[in-house]
């Protein structure tokens, strides 16, 4: 018997993988976020399957089902929003599991930054220009370790993906402020890969506004990059003539190589 712990992806019912729906299709304990895992998702288990709510449990309930399932040797699907990387409890759970002896595995599923940079057609790195994503969230009723504030991540200019943080937009400007001029780019993507998706495209000295316009106060990622501005970027190594890799050969003499450019490390 497993727990198996399904990411759900963003919205869509189509982003889930082909494993993670063939394992919600099969096991007859079905345990599902229901305030964003969407139906269509659940509405794949079997017709006699067990299928629980976990919005309105706490963790010792959620333990109960996982020890009730574990006691009658049946598989548990565990689906939960987009990827159980991030911001997804799925520790706290597993150290439970650990403790019972009881077997879990994970099943990745697309997150919501992807979906939201999928939404804006947007390559959250450039080359030579950001090389580096950040995905954090706003202290607020919970608290991010004080290293990690977003002053300090901000000084990297990386691309800052911020969940959790659309009820404190207007912090996150002001922190933001203190590091990047007020024309800095803001994206904020409401619901992504859901029927009722909502972008906007802003700056720092507007977005707040735009938010509040708009009246976005949840399931929203906020995406801060100059990547939104940068139109005069390089052509990557991937498809440039001059460069040889693991795949391709160079069809132009290559100029003085600058680093190894092998296989994957050739983006
Ligand atoms: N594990 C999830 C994140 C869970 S935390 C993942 O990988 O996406 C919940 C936060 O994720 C929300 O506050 C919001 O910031 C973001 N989020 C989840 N679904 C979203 C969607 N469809 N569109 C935009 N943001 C979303």
């Known amino acids: 018997m497993t727990v198996y712990f399904i990411g759900a992806g963003p919205g869509d019912p189509d982003l889930i993988t082909v494993k993670g729906a063939k394992l919600v299709e099969t096991c007859p304990v079905v345990l599902y976020a229901g305030s964003l895992v969407p139906k269509a998702v659940i509405e794949r288990a079997q017709p006699d399957a067990r299928v629980y709510d976990s919005a309105s449990m706490d963790l010792d309930q959620i333990t109960q089902v996982y020890t009730d399932a574990h006691a009658n040797g049946e598989d548990v699907a565990r689906v939960q929003t987009g990827d159980l990387s991030i911001y997804s409890s799925l520790a706290e759970q597993t150290r439970?599991?650990?403790?019972?002896?009881?077997?879990?595995?994970?099943?990745?599923?697309?997150?919501?930054?992807?979906a939201a940079a999928a939404a804006l057609g947007q390559e959250l790195t450039l080359p030579e220009a950001c090389q580096t994503i950040i995905l954090s969230r706003a202290s607020g009723r919970t608290p991010v370790p004080d290293k990690e504030n977003l002053r300090s991540l901000a000084r990297h200019?990386?691309?800052?993906?911020?969940?959790?943080?659309?009820?404190?937009?207007?912090?996150?400007?002001r922190e933001l402020s203190d590091v990047y001029p007020p024309h800095?780019?803001?994206?904020?993507?409401?619901?992504?890969?859901?029927?009722?998706?909502?972008?906007?495209?802003?700056?720092?000295?507007?977005?707040?506004?735009?938010?509040?316009?708009?009246?976005?106060?949840?399931?929203?990622?906020?995406?801060?990059?100059?990547?939104?501005?940068?139109?005069?970027?390089?052509?990557?190594?991937?498809?440039?003539?001059?460069?040889?890799?693991?795949?391709?050969?160079?069809?132009?003499?290559?100029?003085?190589?600058?680093?190894?450019?092998?296989?994957?490390?050739?983006?």
């Open 96 to 114: 439970r599991l650990d403790a019972l002896g009881i077997d879990w595995q994970v099943v990745p599923g697309v997150s919501s930054f992807q």
């Open 157 to 173: 200019e990386a691309t800052l993906c911020l969940f959790l943080s659309a009820t404190l937009i207007r912090k996150v400007v």
């Open 184 to 267: 800095w780019p803001v994206c904020v993507v409401e619901k992504a890969s859901h029927p009722q998706q909502r972008i906007l495209r802003g700056t720092l000295a507007d977005i707040a506004e735009k938010m509040q316009a708009a009246n976005i106060r949840s399931t929203a990622m906020i995406i801060v990059s100059k990547v939104f501005a940068i139109e005069d970027f390089v052509d990557s190594k991937l498809y440039d003539p001059a460069f040889s890799h693991a795949c391709r050969k160079a069809r132009v003499v290559e100029p003085a190589p600058d680093h190894e450019g092998e296989g994957d490390e050739s983006r």
